[in-house]
Nanobody, 120 residues
Framework: QVQLVESGGGLVQPGGSLRLSCAAS????????MGWYRQAPGKQRESVAG???????SYADSVKGRFTISRDNAKNTVYLQMNSLKPEDTAVYYC??????????????WGQGTQVTVSS
């Protein structure tokens, strides 16, 4: 019943910026952690950034200082502001959330992914 929907991907030149959004909907009791992963063609999926419901953040070394993760708890939405984009940032970006659907049931959920392409 829980669904994560990403948006905001697209084509941007090196040095440009994009803002990704991920909205969670459905039967949600609480959200512990929301984050972003990315996967380039032929490569493993890697963690990019995460944020707890209380606002504590973490970042991969490769994006530290360039990307900023934030959230709007009232909207069950997480954002990823991506600045100073590089070609190596090109990937499909996936939203992930640790969600409790009841007091007893807690699972990871994934969005469908949104393509980010950084190219001149």
């Amino acid at each position: 019943q829980v669904q994560l929907v990403e948006s905001g991907g697209g084509l941007v030149q090196p040095g440009g910026s994009l803002r990704l959004s991920c909205a969670a909907s459905g039967s949600i009791f609480s959200i512990n952690v929301m984050g972003w992963y990315r996967q380039a063609p032929g490569k493993q999926r890697e963690s990019v950034a995460g944020i707890t419901i209380g606002g504590s953040t973490s970042y991969a070394d490769s994006v530290k200082g360039r990307f900023t993760i934030s959230r709007d708890n009232a909207k069950n939405t997480v954002y990823l502001q991506m600045n100073s984009l590089k070609p190596e940032d090109t990937a499909v970006y996936y939203c992930n959330a640790d969600i409790s659907t009841t007091r007893w049931d807690r699972n990871d959920y994934w969005g469908q992914g949104t393509q980010v392409t950084v190219s001149s």
